[in-house]
Structure formats: C-alpha cells, structure tokens
C-alpha cells in the first residue's frame, strides 16, 4: 500500500472514531434526559394522587374512627352496623381507585367480615356482638386499613408481619 493511501486512512480513522464516541456520549445524554423526564413525570403523577387521596381518606379514616370509638361507649346492633357498611361500600364505590394494594386489600378485608356478620341470623349476630373476640377481629380489622390510609399518604410504612403488624415511619418516595 502507498504512502499517499495510508497518510489518507489516518483522517477518516479519526472522523470514523470521532462519530462512534459522539454517537456513544448523545445515547448517554438523551437516556439521562428520558430518564429525568420519566422521573418528573412519576413525580406529577404521585403528587397528583396524593391530593387524590388527601381529598378523599379523610372521609373514610373518620367513618372507622367514630365506628371504634362508638364501640366503646354502647354495644353494637344490627342497625348500626348495617348503616356502617352502607356508608363504608358508598365510599368505597366511589374512591377505591385510589387505594394501594395494600389498602384495598386491608378494606375488602373488613368489608368482607362485615359482610358475613350480617349475614347471620339476629341471634347469632347479638352473640358475635357481644364476644370481645369478635368485636377485636373487627377493630383490629379497621385499624389495619387506617394504618393502610396512613401509609398511602406518606406517613406511615406498614408491613404486615405474620399477622401483626410492623409499623415504620417512612418517607412517601422510599421504595
């Protein structure tokens, strides 16, 4: 090979390296900004859901908290009770979309067991009622899904934890 051909290699070996490093740093710098655009984009769509939820939680976080505390002051009957799921399934049709996992399966949870409670006969209801065991299942089913409500705002980690419950203050952009 001549010189003259060689001497010509060395400009296009360097204008063909040159273009294979610019190609190699612009893939780097548009997946760092698609990367950023999708971290911003999950950060509306987070804060978005969080003023969802802040609208809506607080309805349902006052429903348990005057149903616990009621069950403190007089015993449950067949109509408090129905009125309470009534209220609880009215809210739920309207906001479940909104819940976590974890907060959706905390509430089908006590809406389920609510549910068979009233499906038994008067009898056996007023007996289920007044059985501590019965009424703890039933409070500790509500105070799981307010601490899922917590959680989903942001102020409260919660794992369950082979049937207790493991409560951890958590920032709401840990993972």
Request: with cysteine.
């Amino acid at each position: 090979m001549s010189k003259e051909i060689m001497v010509s290699f060395i400009p296009l070996a360097g204008l063909i390296l040159s273009a294979l490093v610019s190609l190699l740093i612009s893939r780097r710098v548009v997946a760092a900004e698609s990367h950023k655009l999708l971290f911003e984009a999950k950060k509306i769509y987070d804060n978005k859901l969080l003023e969802a939820r802040l609208a809506a939680y607080p309805n349902l976080y006052t429903l348990l908290s005057k149903f616990i505390k009621g069950t403190r002051q007089r015993p449950i009957d067949r109509s408090t009770l129905e009125s309470f799921v009534a209220e609880v399934n009215e809210w739920d049709c309207k906001h479940a979309i909104l819940f976590s996992t974890y907060a959706g399966k905390a509430c089908h949870d006590l809406r389920q067991f609510l549910e068979d409670l009233l499906r038994e006969k008067n009898e056996t209801l007023i007996q289920s009622l007044s059985s501590q065991a019965v009424i703890g299942t039933l409070i500790g089913k509500m105070r799981r899904l307010e601490l899922a409500l917590k959680s989903d705002l942001g102020i409260y980690g919660v794992d369950d934890i082979e049937g207790g419950l493991k409560v951890i203050v958590r920032d709401r952009y840990d993972a």
